[in-house]
């Protein structure tokens, strides 16, 4: 089959005033209307702020912009032409994929909840990338995520929602709980990208012994020995201070090179030459030390972008989830990290949001960038 390549639509809107939501969403909707007056999915993401009027303002972007399905989340900021926190704003991305493209993943609390209508598309559409938002606070998140990962063979990419007002999600309606989303079938090109963050240091190791989450030996060396030379620690007086940025990764098995999990040093014995993760460690497990700063965050990123936008080819539109811990937290105020975007993709529209956590293979993460690139 040919590929399919959607016409695209953006809006953005933002305000000072939360009770001005409706003139907000009329806004958001008259520009996609415009844009795009055949568009038929929408994904759209507010900040927190507008959280307890999310089902009004789904009703409203639905009516005036025409668009029908529609999918999204609450952030404690928006990513669109620039990044907005701590105020009432809208991020929009419309597409005018036909209906055979597509479908609404509705509210999954369970495994194993896939309506058999959705099972009977996915048999004939074999998507390829399923964009989900989550609730944070659901204790069966990943065996969700991995059970609807296996009944669709998609990709899984989105993240999970935040803000202290609300956790809504949007699937043709506003919910909560559980994860729910869309899957696009193959034909749409689309490229993804996951970006950890951090740089790697050095060559990968073997756990030669370890207990519940220590690392006693590296390599058969003392592992403090072995952080403190991939984190060039001459002196150890510099161990907190190299600790604050130096990670340990341990790679996903048959998974791309860049697909490992980042997790945080939780404690030092130099006396002893132990290290402690919180990650719980068996000897013969892979693992190599990472470094994770605003330097490290932006190299990162841009290689990620550049992967992706030679993936894809031109492209068109994208989605975007960021960590709520980088934004201007890693690479600074004034919209940096969506200016990183910019100068690697153009000037094309991306909308997304700021999360508690991101979602990529159907794997749950943290302190990552995930995207949806569409060509």
Not at 76 to 103: N, T
């Amino acid at each position: 089959m040919a590929q399919i390549a959607p016409a695209v639509a953006f809006a953005q809107t933002a305000g000072s005033d939360p009770a001005n939501w409706g003139a907000l969403a009329v806004e958001l909707g008259e520009k996609l209307a415009r844009d795009l007056p055949g568009g038929r999915l929408g994904f759209l993401y507010a900040t927190d702020a507008l959280a307890d009027r999310l089902e009004d303002i789904l009703a409203v972007v639905k009516r005036v912009s025409g668009i029908g399905d529609w999918v999204g989340s609450v952030g404690s900021g928006v990513l669109g032409e620039d990044e907005v926190f701590d105020a009432p704003a809208l991020v929009a991305l419309a597409l005018d994929l036909p209906r055979e493209a597509y479908r609404l993943v509705p509210n999954l609390t369970e495994p194993g909840e896939t309506p058999a209508d959705l099972e009977a598309w996915i048999a004939g559409a074999k998507p390829a990338l399923g964009v989900v938002h989550a609730d944070p606070r659901c204790g069966g998140l990943s065996e969700i995520l991995g059970d609807l990962a296996e009944t669709s063979g998609a990709f899984l990419a989105g993240g999970l929602s935040s803000g202290e007002r609300g956790l809504a999600q949007i699937a043709g309606k506003v919910v909560d709980e559980g994860a729910s989303g869309v899957l696009i079938g193959r034909d749409v090109r689309v490229a993804m990208g996951l970006s950890q963050g951090c740089v790697p240091l050095g060559p990968v190791h073997r756990a030669t012994a370890a207990e519940d989450n220590v690392l006693m030996t590296i390599d058969g060396r003392p592992a403090l020995e072995v952080f403190k030379e991939a984190a060039g620690i001459v002196r150890d007086h510099e161990l907190r201070a190299a600790a604050a940025v130096t990670l340990v990764a341990f790679p996903t098995p048959g998974r791309d090179e860049r697909d490992y999990l980042v997790r945080h040093l939780t404690g030092i014995d130099p006396e002893r030459g132990l290290i402690a993760v919180g990650h719980a460690v068996e000897p013969g497990d892979r693992l190599f030390f990472v470094r994770r700063d605003a330097a490290a965050a932006r190299r990162d990123l841009e290689t990620m972008l550049a992967r992706a936008k030679a993936a894809v080819g031109r492209p068109k539109a994208g989605l975007y989830f960021s960590c709520l811990a980088r934004g201007p937290n890693m690479f600074g105020p004034g919209s940096a990290e969506r200016a990183i975007l910019r100068d690697s993709l153009g000037n094309i529209p991306i909308a997304g949001m700021f999360c508690n956590g991101e979602i990529s293979n159907a794997r749950l993460y943290g302190y990552t960038g995930v995207l949806a690139l569409f060509g």
